[in-house]
């Protein structure tokens, strides 16, 4: 081979090699955009399932960093965060979906609790009022040792029926939630000991109160745990269901393929029922970037 030969080998090689590069960095910077793109750009395009996310998931993430982000996904209303951080997150353009109240484990059941489930009731629904949120959240509490089953059901009956009139004058729903007792694994993926954990107790005590201000809180992981056939439950009780959550079973993480309800179909049928308030996100994200996890959910209920 001649010596000019072999240049010319080494310059046409140098400059294929060059071209490869050149395509190796286009391709790269492509890729980059598209992901770029994809994660400044909503997640929800449809925007017939009202979605809001629920604060504590996302702890120690503060409260306007997150409203950020929902904004950003098309998320329309965030909950459970302080109500400190409301005035901050409603600025931004986001709605309040549901006010927290007494918690979970104190509740009606017992009515050594009763002035303080009042109190924070009546608060609840002031600062609901004044934030423009649809509903307040309420729970049974936890079994008590002498408490049976018809005691309970008339202790929270009576509790709910002394706040009850103030949450219709003021237009607001006081939301009953029915929680899972059966993971004992994880101090928020399920509680032992909590009376309303059957879906049906929770339908009869909405029943009951007969109240358009008084609905169920249908937790789509909680049922599943406890009663399963989410589709059907829904199709029935959803004159009484006034808010949802969402969250993949088991283990309360990511709704993705790992866990086993169908969002998706799960949310055609919600629609289905002709629901137009909210159903809030919250799961407990696993991975390492539980924005990214948030965006997923967001799409995959966007039916
Ligand atoms: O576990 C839940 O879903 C609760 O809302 C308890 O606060």
């Known amino acids: 081979m001649s010596l000019s030969r072999r240049n010319l080998l080494a310059a046409g090689g140098a400059a294929l090699a060059a071209v490869a590069t050149r395509q190796t960095v286009s391709r790269a910077e492509d890729v980059a955009k598209e992901t770029a793109a994809r994660d400044s750009s ?25 409203a ?9 209303a965030i909950e459970g965060i302080p109500a400190s951080d409301y005035p901050a997150v409603t600025k931004l353009g986001l709605k309040i979906s549901l006010v927290g109240s007494h918690g979970f484990q104190a509740g009606p059941l017992d009515p050594e609790n009763h002035a303080m489930n009042e109190a924070k009731l009546r608060e609840a629904i002031d600062t609901a009022v004044k934030f423009g949120a649809p509903s307040v959240i309420t729970f049974t509490g936890m079994r008590k040792t002498g408490i049976d089953d018809r005691q309970a059901t008339k202790n929270c009956l009576d509790l709910w029926k002394r706040v009850l009139p103030y949450a219709e004058a003021n237009d607001i729903t006081l939301v009953l939630e029915h929680l899972n007792s059966r993971d004992d694994t994880h101090p928020m993926k399920g509680h032992p000991g909590y009376w309303g954990d059957d879906v049906e107790l929770c339908v009869d005590l909405v029943k009951q109160l007969d109240s358009p201000r008084f609905k169920l809180l249908f937790d789509i992981y909680h049922v ?4 399963g056939d989410i589709i059907r439950r829904i199709r029935e009780y959803h004159p009484l269901i006034g808010h949802y959550h969402t969250a993949g079973a088991p283990g309360r993480g990511e709704l993705n393929d790992d866990q086993e309800i169908n969002y998706p179909a799960v949310m055609r049928a919600i629609l289905e029922t002709g629901y137009s308030q909210y159903v809030a996100q919250e799961f407990i994200p696993t991975s ?4 990214a996890s948030l965006r997923e959910a967001a799409r995959v209920c966007d039916v």
Do not use: Y
């Open 42 to 66: 909503p997640a929800i395009t449809k925007g017939r399932i009202h979605q809001s996310v629920m604060g504590w998931c996302f702890k120690p993430m503060p409260s306007i960093e997150l």
């Open 68 to 76: 950020k982000h929902c904004k950003a996904i098309g998320i329309e």
């Open 224 to 227: 599943q745990i406890m009663n």
């Open 288 to 291: 390492n970037d539980p924005i």
